[in-house]
């Protein structure tokens, strides 16, 4: 389970401290949740402060009942904290089957290595020699990356935006890879998203906009409020 | 060979024992053992030292080791060998240097390569550079490789310097006929106060030659790194050129590819990039468990692989 009490971050821009996030206080304990909400309204941020790639400035995060607030990404790695970036990262030199292998954290047969890239769409055969360079669009990329969070199979994945930069046909495929994943994992999946079809798989959603939890609810109480206003109407809330 | 020649070997070439098919090896200036074969041998020189290699044409699918070790301290050491690869050859040669300097004397060893590719041949050329020691003296290994390429014919050139190497300057010269391509792969790494230059230069002669000089580079520490490229175009031909080096701590890198076109259809290309790792992807490690050296460790391993 993972908490997040009065979560604070702050950074200086040119115009002074900015507040992204504005005490977040939150309680994560079902199997999916979706964290939606308006660009710039600090979703990525968050992702980021769970996985510790920000600091927190304020406020505490509990992990089953850890304190790791003050842990370096490679301790909440370590601890079961995984996360896949909305960007995915090159790599000269490094293959898709190593980084698989680094996620495993052990050595992996080919078979093995490639039964991950199977389960996200790719012909295993064809991508487990290839280096993670800029001959892989970004669609391939976002897969790998997924794949790679499922040989990690750590208590809490952390997806930001996966849709992002795939196209339709892929993003369809990736529906019923988080449909499968959501099925069978025994950890518990927190995905930003902007996209109804993913929305519509989680048991929770969370609506965070101007860096406030704006709502937080089963998708059945959350999802017809959100359509009803539209996604641009995410941007100006009336309150 | 003692243990420590025998590491050594294993370093630069592999071996965790005599190998199998042609050797020449050579230890501390002198002859440390040599087999030839029925279309590879390898005859010393009169004039002065080192080697000839003559494989017959048409040889196919063998190979020849020829390591040099190094154990003692102050010792300057110049070897020219000279490789004749016949006609329609297809062969693997695997040299390499390893110094063990456990004195306070410079050692040094200075190869002078030079390959004869004939027509339609094709080789594959490997060379590692290694040096360990826990002296003060200083590791030293210039190598000069001259390649000339007849009609027809391919040579790979994969040459690697990870560690332990004090001061080098690598010079390679290549001539290449008609329809004729060499590939160069080159990997090294820099770390303490050492100084590697290394100078390519390609001439493009035949029509339908090609060349492509790829280098990986890493530089740590205090150490400074200097890569020179330069492919002349002298013919209808295609060349490449691209040097990609990761600089860490306080190491300097300066990178001058040249390319000159002496010919309407020549078509050259130079690519160049220096540049720290980048912070994501150490983050993106993490986010897989390493810690930040490991991290480290392993982005610049798969990068001189």
Not at chain 1, 192 to 207: G, T
Not at chain 2, 172 to 182: C, D, I, Q, R, W
Not at chain 2, 214 to 231: C, D, G, H, L, P
Request: hydrophobic share 40%; glycine share 10%; aromatic share 6%.
């Amino acid at each position: 389970m993972l908490e997040l009490k009065n979560v604070s971050f702050k950074v200086m821009g040119e115009d002074g401290e900015k507040e992204i996030l504005k005490n977040i206080n939150l309680k994560l304990d079902d199997t999916f949740v979706a964290i939606t909400g308006p660009n710039g309204g600090g979703k990525s941020t968050l992702a980021k402060v769970i996985a510790g790639i920000y600091p927190v400035t304020d406020g505490q995060i509990l992990f089953d009942g850890v304190d790791i607030t003050n842990m370096s990404i490679t301790e909440r790695a370590k601890l079961g904290v995984s996360f896949a970036f909305q960007q995915p990262v090159r790599f000269k030199g490094l293959t898709v089957r190593d980084l698989i292998t680094l996620a495993a954290g052990k050595e992996l047969s080919v078979s093995e290595a490639c039964t991950y890239l199977s389960e996200v769409g790719l012909c295993a055969r064809d991508y487990v020699d290839r280096e993670i360079n800029a001959s892989l669009s970004g669609g391939e990329l976002k897969r790998i990356e997924i794949a790679m969070i499922m040989a990690r199979g750590t208590k809490l994945s952390v997806f930001d935006e996966p849709e992002a930069g795939i196209d339709l046909w892929s993003f369809n495929n990736l529906i019923r890879v988080f449909e499968k994943m959501h099925e069978n994992t025994n950890g518990s999946i927190i995905i930003i998203s902007h996209q109804e079809k993913i929305l519509d798989i989680a048991d929770k959603i969370v609506v965070i906009a101007n860096g406030e939890i704006k709502g937080f609810g089963g998708k059945d109480e959350i999802l017809p409020e959100l359509l009803r206003r539209g996604n641009a109407g995410f941007g100006c809330v009336k309150l | 060979m003692d243990t420590i020649e025998k590491g050594l070997l294993e370093k630069v070439a592999d071996l965790h024992d005599i190998p199998e098919g042609a050797y020449n090896i050579r230890a501390n200036g002198a002859l440390g053992g040599r087999h030839t074969t029925a279309n590879i041998d390898i005859v010393s020189k009169k004039d002065k030292p080192g080697i000839d290699i003559i494989i017959k044409p048409n040889t196919k699918n063998e190979s020849v080791h020829i390591p040099v070790i190094i154990t003692k301290t102050g010792l300057d050491d110049l070897v020219y060998n000279d490789f004749y690869i016949g006609e329609n050859a297809d062969v693997t040669i695997i040299a390499g240097c390893g110094i063990h300097n456990t004195g306070d004397k410079k050692s040094s060893h200075d190869g002078i390569h030079t390959f004869h590719v004939g027509k339609n041949a094709k080789i594959k050329y490997v060379e590692r550079h290694y040096g360990k020691g826990e002296g003060t003296g200083e590791n030293i290994m210039n190598p000069t490789t001259v390649i000339e390429i007849d009609d027809g014919g391919y040579m790979e050139m994969e040459t690697t310097q990870i560690k332990g190497i004090d001061s080098t300057i690598r010079v390679t010269t290549a001539k290449l006929g008609n329809e004729s391509k060499l590939v160069i792969r080159e990997s090294l790494m820099t770390h303490g106060k050492q100084y590697a230059k290394t100078d390519f230069t390609v001439d493009l002669n035949g029509e339908d030659s090609s060349a492509n000089v790829i280098s990986r580079s890493v530089a740590k520490e205090e150490s400074y790194q200097v890569f020179y490229s330069n492919i002349n175009g002298n013919n209808k031909c295609a060349g490449h050129t691209e040097c990609d080096a990761i600089i860490m701590d306080k190491a300097r890198v300066s990178a001058i590819p040249e390319i000159t076109a002496n010919h309407i259809d020549a078509s050259l290309i130079h690519e160049a990039a220096i540049g720290k790792i980048a912070g994501e992807q150490l983050m993106k490690l993490m986010t897989l468990g390493l810690t930040e050296q490991e991290a480290e460790e392993q982005i610049v391993n798969g990068f001189l692989k």
